[in-house]
């Protein structure tokens, strides 16, 4: 070997050891996309809350849209009562939808407005009141207090009874 060829050795290994230690240069033709791409594809969410608007309400189903979706189905779950999907549907709330292996179950209502008519339907209604209970409408109303005081004011009052009619009293004032 050549003196020359001798020199020129150690210059060579240097330059294949920086072609080594750069990165790939992209040719004309990669793109990249195949730089950035994840080596291993994320999975689909499958679990998860949203909101919904409520369309429809069927047996076990329900028709709705998430937002930036189109319509679809989903199933009712159990511990909801359908009548309060229904009274959803009436005042336009929306429901609250959780994805689950792949299904979507819708799980609950979310009160979006105050309504304009309030229903309210129980075996038993208990409304209680530490100091004071109001009930109010233009000009009639009744106020209980906790001292035991009752008030009611009407424009013209009117009490009926089928059976028995009772005032009791120590006094009784009539005009």
Known sequence: MSERARAAEPEALAAVDEAAAEPPRA????????????????PP???????????????HTVELRIRGEEPSLAR???ALDVR???????????VLVEAAAGERWVVGVLQVR?????????REV?????EELSLRSGSA???????GDVEIVGSRISAASRGLFKLV???????
Not at 126 to 130: K, M, R
Not at 141 to 147: K, N, Q
């Open 114 to 122: 105050v309504p304009k008519r309030l229903e309210l339907r129980a």
């Open 27 to 42: 040719s004309a033709s990669s793109s990249l996309e195949e730089y950035l791409a994840p080596a291993v594809a994320a």
């Open 141 to 147: 109303g009744a106020r209980l207090r906790r001292d």
């Open 126 to 130: 208990v409304i209680e009141a530490d």
């Open 169 to 175: 009293g120590r006094v009784l004032r009539l005009n």
């Open 84 to 94: 309060l999907l229904e009274l959803a549907l009436t005042n336009r709330d929306r």
């Open 76 to 78: 009712i779950d159990e």
């Open 45 to 59: 969410v499958t679990s998860g809350l949203q909101s919904a608007e409520l369309l429809r309400v069927m047996d």
